[in-house]
């Protein structure tokens, strides 16, 4: 028997902070810290943050939640890794620097590269190999735009001075030594965010680096999600292994124990993204949805998963709260829209960054469509909600379309899924029970799992399986009349918000 004292600690680098979650066997969290970092606007559509503070948040959480939990490093077994997917950086190799500030996933500067890289074939050029289409959205074009507009970058990329990663190859690196032998490393689920990665090899594919421009001297090693890549050297959890990687989404997936084909889950935070297992086998989506890697555990077969990209959910009611200041808190919005009993006419398309799946419209930005002098912020407020569920169901119909299977329940994380209306929304939209595990974390979880996995802290997923707990369940409760007549208009608006940029634009 193993001792019961025995933790596993995942970090997970986020797009608005940075967390480190203590685990127990059962899967219980025994202790977070967390921390924000500053969100960068320098223009319209574009959004940044800057690795460095990202990396000192990183080393303050992991320290905060062992002193919560009043563990010794000893008893920590395994360091998992989750984080924000697409968001990308280059780094100086010899001083561990930073050398621009990361470009964000929501970020859309590389719209017009992704247009020319699309001149002659369209967005799918690439969707063959790598399940994607070409959007601002992913990775390996975001490199590209660094080292043509950032003054000598190219020329020190060939040198071969700098290294490219998403967060996880960041974190990674510098946990395990940084400057002093640090490993560039990354995981099948994060490459497969890149356009660069041939999903069924999972291997860089030359002829993609080439076509979008990414030089392989920067590129990291393409690595499972569950295995150890290392240890930790200096900080609170030196001589640690580093046992996993997966892009949150995808740890998400893993933290909801969705292990067999068909099952999926949706998360709710700064954008939404439901995945569904599609096993061994990578389906191609004509829908409007992504092939990607789901998980990857030590030397097993690599899974798949189909999944719906939402760029914008959480990330609206943070507008309306900083950037409007019409709520203090985000929950509030909850209160706010309770004070009235329907949206009033009122429909937001929240298309700040294009509109993500299954639209695929790089030229969409937002509506709020329907407005008449009766609207109130109340209005306003469902609106925003409602907002949440329509794209959802947006994505429930086209995996419908590209799997074949109906969808039975929908397992729900994140955390817009404290509102409780919200989840009401969205059962009644998607006429599906939706359900809420225990452990919220799941993005944690996930990574904590494939870490615990590696190291053999848990023998194997069915261990895990036996841990899922549930803690909340909404069932469907609306006219399918009233469901029909507000998706119409909830289209409508969507009509609205297409085609808004020109392409000089
Ligand atoms: N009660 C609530 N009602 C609606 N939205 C909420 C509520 N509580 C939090 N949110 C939204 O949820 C998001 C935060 O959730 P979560 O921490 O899961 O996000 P995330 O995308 O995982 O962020 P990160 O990438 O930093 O991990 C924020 O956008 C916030 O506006
Ligand atoms: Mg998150």
Known sequence: MTDTNEYIAAIDQGTTSSRCLIFDRDGRVVSVAQQEHEQFFPKPGWVEHDAAEIWTNVQEVIAGALAEARIAKSQVKAIGITNQRETTMLWDKATGEPVHHAIVWQDTRTDALARELGRDAGMDRFRRETGLPLSSYFAGPKVRWLLDNVEGLKERAERGELLFGTMDSWVIWNLTGGTDGGVHVTDVTNASRTLLMDLRTQRWDERLCEAIGVP?????????????????????????????????????????????????????????????????????????????????????????????????????????????????????????????????????????????????????????????????????????????????????????????????????????????????????????????????????????????????????????????????EWSPDMDPAERDKEYKYWRKAVDRTMGWLDDED
Request: proline fraction near 4%; charged fraction near 20%.
């Open 216 to 472: 392989s001297s920067v590129l990291p090693e393409i690595r499972s999600s569950a295995e150890v890549y290392g240890h930790a050297k200096g900080g609170a959890l030196e001589g640690v292994p580093v046992a996993s990687a997966l892009g949150d989404q995808q740890a998400a997936l893993f933290g909801q124990t969705c292990f067999a084909v068909g099952e999926g889950k949706s998360t709710y935070g700064t954008g939404t993204f439901l995945l569904m297992n599609t096993g061994t086998e990578a389906i191609n989506s004509y829908a409007g949805l992504i092939t990607t890697m789901a998980y990857r555990i030590g030397d097993q077969p690599p899974v798949y998963a189909l999944e719906g990209s939402i760029a914008i959910t959480g990330a609206l009611v943070q507008w309306m709260r900083d950037q409007l200041g019409v709520i203090k808190t985000a929950p509030e919005i909850e209160d706010l829209a309770k004070s009235v009993d329907d949206n009033g006419g009122a429909y937001f398309v929240p298309a700040f960054s294009g509109l993500f799946a299954p639209h695929w419209r790089a030229d969409a930005r937002g509506v709020l469509a329907g407005l008449t002098r009766y609207v109130t912020k109340g209005h306003i407020a469902r609106a925003v909600l409602e907002a949440t569920a329509w794209q959802t169901k947006e994505i429930v119909d086209a995996m419908k379309k590209d799997s074949g299977t109906e969808l039975t329940t929908l397992k729900v994380d994140g955390g817009m899924t404290a509102n409780d209306l919200l989840m009401q929304t969205i059962s009644d939209v998607l006429d599906v029970p939706v359900v809420r595990p225990e452990v919220a974390e799941t993005t944690s979880l996930g990574a904590a799992y494939a870490a615990g996995l590696a190291v053999g802290f848990w023998s194997d997923i069915e261990d895990l399986r036996a841990n899922w707990r549930k803690d909340a």
